[in-house]
C-alpha cells in the first residue's frame, strides 16, 4: 500500500526511528500505527539477540543531583560505538533515565529497569530495546549508583567518560564540594578511607610489598616491616581522605575539607565509575 512522508514523519516523531524504518514498518503493518511500533519494538529486540555478544565498551556516565543538593545519582549507559554515545538522542536518553533514577530511588540496576520511561508506556528496560532498533546497537545499562547526605555533589568530565558523586556530612561550598569530585575523577580513589578497604585488598598489598623487599635483598625478618610501612603509603595513594590533595600536596582531602567546612566536616562517602 501507498504511504505517505506524512505518516512516515509522524511514525518517526512517535518513535524516534528512522525514516527509512519507519516507512518500511509503517508498509509491513499495511498502515496501522500500532502494529508498526510493535514492529520496531521487534526489530530492535531482534538487533538485541543478534548483538548479545558484541563488545559494549563505549557509551556514557552521567550523574545528577536532586534540587536540594542532599542526593545524587549515577548511571552508565553502554553501547558498542563512539558514534553512539556521541549520538545527542543517546545522550538525552541517558540524561532522562538519570531522571527517572533520581526521582524513584530504586534500589539497583534491575529495579530501575522496571521503572516506566517517560511518555513510553513501557519500562526503561523495554525503551533500551526499542532504542537498539532505532540506533542498531547492543545497549546495556550497567551500573547504577546513589549517594545522599546532609550535601551531596555530582560531577561529569567532559565527554560523559567518568563522573563522580561525593557526600559530604555538613554542607561546604559549591567549589570545595566540586574540588572533592575533581579529586575523586582525577586520582582514582579504590576506597573512601582505611576502614572501607577490604582485607583482600590490604593482605595483596603486604603480600606485594613482602615480596618486593626480598627481591631487594631484605631479610625475612625485615621484610614485613616494610611492607607495613609501605602499606600505609600505599593507604595514602588509594584512600580518597588520605590522598594529597591536587591544588596543595600539603594537605590531605580531609583536613582541606575540615579548613574549608569546620572541624566536624568530612567527606562521607563516594562513586567513582568511569569507561574503561
Known amino acids: 500500500m501507498s504511504i505517505t512522508a506524512a505518516e512516515v514523519n509522524s511514525l518517526r516523531k512517535m518513535t524516534g526511528a528512522g525514516m527509512m524504518d519507519c516507512k518500511h514498518a509503517l508498509q509491513e503493518a499495511e498502515g ?12 530492535g529486540q531482534k538487533i538485541a539477540a543478534k548483538r548479545g555478544d558484541n563488545a559494549i565498551g563505549e557509551g556514557v556516565i552521567l550523574a545528577k543531583t536532586n534540587a536540594d543538593k542532599n542526593c545524587g545519582v549515577l548511571i552508565a549507559l553502554n553501547c558498542e560505538t563512539d558514534f553512539v554515545a556521541k549520538n545527542d538522542d543517546f545522550v538525552k536518553f541517558a ?29 526503561i528496560g523495554e525503551e533500551i530495546t526499542n532504542q537498539m532498533g532505532r540506533l542498531g546497537e547492543r545497549l546495556e545499562l550497567s551500573r547504577y549508583e546513589q549517594v545522599c547526605d546532609n550535601c551531596v555533589v555530582a560531577y561529569i568530565h567532559p565527554g560523559n567518560r567518568l563522573s563522580t558523586l561525593v557526600g559530604f556530612n555538613v554542607c561546604v561550598g559549591d567549589e570545595v564540594a566540586r574540588d ?81 567546612g569546620g572541624n566536624d566536616c568530612e567527606v562521607t562517602s563516594f562513586s567513582r565509575v568511569a569507561l574503561s
Open 95 to 123: 540524561d532522562a533515565i538519570v531522571d527517572v533514577a533520581l526521582a524513584e530511588s530504586p534500589s539497583d540496576v534491575e529495579a530501575l529497569k522496571a521503572l516506566n520511561f517517560p511518555s513510553a508506556g513501557v519500562s
Open 32 to 43: 496501522n500505527v500500532d502494529a508498526a511500533i510493535e514492529i520496531l519494538r521487534k526489530k
Open 180 to 260: 572533592v569530585a575533581m579529586q575523586a575523577a582525577a586520582m582514582a580513589p579504590i576506597a573512601l578511607n582505611e576502614e572501607a578497604l577490604s582485607q583482600a585488598d590490604i593482605d595483596k598489598e603486604i603480600e606485594i610489598g613482602r615480596d618486593l623487599a626480598i627481591q631487594e635483598g631484605k631479610p625475612a625478618e625485615m621484610a614485613e616491616k616494610i611492607a607495613l610501612g609501605r602499606l600505609k603509603k600505599w593507604y595514602k595513594e588509594v584512600t580518597l581522605v588520605n590522598q594529597a590533595f591536587i591544588k596543595d600536596n600539603k594537605k590531605t582531602v580531609a583536613s582541606y575539607v575540615k579548613e574549608a
